[in-house]
């Protein structure tokens, strides 16, 4: 059964459906948190409402208190997953030596991968004949590009990158250069060692834009919290 057409980018779910109490947003938190174990685990289509509930603890006639339908779900599902992105990504404002600030950008687009790679895998999925959660897919990988793209533009400003690289384009190749490595180690399990693969990034990052580096950027590995095929 096809998905309902999702608006792009996706925004939150229905308000006339969003509880007002605490235990009612608690409920509703539960039962997303559930349901993204649900998605992942069966994929979009092979999931059913009943599953969501009894993985959630309650009736299956609660679910229709907050939401549509499934696809209702799934949208807010991925709703929250484009927020806490956002919130992955950010760099912190602490960090202003160049070498530092490609590390953590790496480390936290990884870190972010690691975590969300299973449900990214899915809405890859749905996006195959949904075209809204295709764009919204390109529009991580423009938000990311992007990002790198600032970066490089503010280092050429400096004087610390040649001026006459074409930021746009390096940054959408090195960025490319994570994504596909990142697809390689984290979903398709190939064994590597975190660190070692936190510091080659930033070192060919850092020799790829002619950047100077010491071995100061390479100290803080991938978040110790996420789950990596080691060697």
């Not at 790679?117 to 004949?129: M, Y």
């Amino acid at each position: 059964m096809a998905m309902k057409t999702v608006a792009a980018p996706l925004a939150a779910t229905n308000t006339e459906k969003d509880p007002l109490t605490d235990r009612g947003r608690r409920t509703r938190e539960n039962l997303l948190i559930e349901a993204r174990k649900v998605f992942e685990d069966k994929g979009y289509p092979a999931t059913r409402i009943s599953d969501i509930a009894e993985a959630a603890g309650v009736a299956h006639g609660t679910v229709y208190t907050y939401f549509e339908d499934k696809a209702d779900v799934f949208k807010a599902v991925v709703f929250d997953l484009t927020t806490q992105l956002e919130r992955e990504w950010r760099i912190s404002p602490e960090l202003s030596d160049p070498v530092d600030r490609i590390a953590e950008a790496n480390r936290n687009f990884l870190d972010s991968y690691s975590a969300h790679s299973r449900l990214l895998e899915v809405v890859e999925q749905v996006g195959t004949t949904e075209l809204e959660y295709r764009a919204l897919l390109a529009n991580f990988r423009h938000r990311y590009v992007e990002r790198a793209v600032a970066g490089i533009r503010r280092l050429q400003k400096e004087g610390i990158v040649e001026r006459e690289l074409d930021a746009y384009l390096a940054g959408s190749a090195l960025c490319a250069m994570v994504e596909g490595f990142g697809r390689q180690w984290l979903v398709r399990r190939e064994q590597h060692d975190p660190q070692l693969v936190s510091d080659t990034l930033t070192r060919l990052w850092a020799n790829a834009l002619g950047i100077e580096h010491s071995e100061t950027a390479t100290s803080n590995p991938p978040h110790p919290d996420r789950i990596y095929p080691l060697t």
